[in-house]
């Protein structure tokens, strides 16, 4: 399985790569664990998941570095969010959310904290109409769209990077061009699963 992380880890992420312009990162090291769950089952009668109970993931970028944290038994509210991307700053935090909108934490503490809530659509908070007319409307015109296939993509590949990391128990180091992990072949073995018959891996 691929966790919270590949469950959640596109959306946060993306919000990060939206950001910061990068197309992917340098290093990439992950560790996980599940001693809540316990061991994972996998039997004719009986299966269980074998994503973690908490994952911490790092992402080495050119310029900057992007940790990912959760927890799913955490009884602790260290932070002041459920959820969301925070970004760091000399001037404070920013953190981005989702049905809580966006807040600014100044570092000075003479200046005061700026909020705004959120404009979602309901009853799920998605925002589909908007994405699709977006959609739509860059088909007609042959411009991007606000969520580009190709950022989505790269997005999707960062939550998947940790998995391999967590599992190999090391830091890996990819290459976007080739989409291949460098010089470690038990990572790169873990990059696509096995299809069941008559369903074959897609090749370019």
């Given at each position: 399985s691929n966790g919270t992380i590949g469950d959640w880890g596109a959306h946060w992420l993306d919000q990060v790569m939206w950001w910061s312009g990068e197309k992917y990162p340098k290093r990439v090291f992950s560790t996980a664990g599940?001693?809540?769950?316990?061991?994972?089952?996998?039997?004719?009668?009986e299966q269980t998941t074998d994503a973690p109970d908490h994952q911490t993931a790092t992402f080495?970028?050119?310029?900057?570095?992007?940790?990912w944290e959760s927890r799913a038994f955490a009884g602790n509210a260290a932070?002041?969010?459920?959820?969301?991307?925070?970004?760091?700053?000399?001037k404070g935090m920013l953190h981005i959310g989702w049905r809580d909108g966006w807040t600014f934490y100044p570092?000075?503490?003479?200046?005061?904290?700026v909020h705004e809530d959120p404009q979602l659509q309901e009853p799920d908070g998605h925002n589909i109409q908007l994405l699709w007319a977006d959609f739509v409307g860059a088909v007609e015109s042959?411009?991007?769209g606000v969520a580009d296939i190709e950022m989505?993509?790269?997005?999707?590949?960062?939550?998947?990077?940790?998995?391999?990391?967590?599992?190999?128990?090391?830091s890996i180091r990819w290459d976007a061009d080739r989409e291949q992990v460098i010089g470690d072949a038990q990572?790169?073995?873990?990059?696509?699963?096995?299809?069941?018959a008559p369903w074959a891996y897609p090749t370019l």
């Open positions: 599940r001693p809540i769950r316990g061991a994972p089952v996998l039997t004719e009668r080495e970028f050119e310029d900057f570095t992007c940790v932070e002041k969010h459920r959820v969301g991307a925070y970004f760091y700053g000399t570092a000075s503490a003479n200046e005061k904290t042959r411009r991007p989505a993509h790269r997005s999707s590949v960062l939550p998947l990077l940790a998995q391999v990391s967590a599992k190999v128990g090391r990572a790169n073995e873990l990059l696509a699963r096995p299809y069941r």
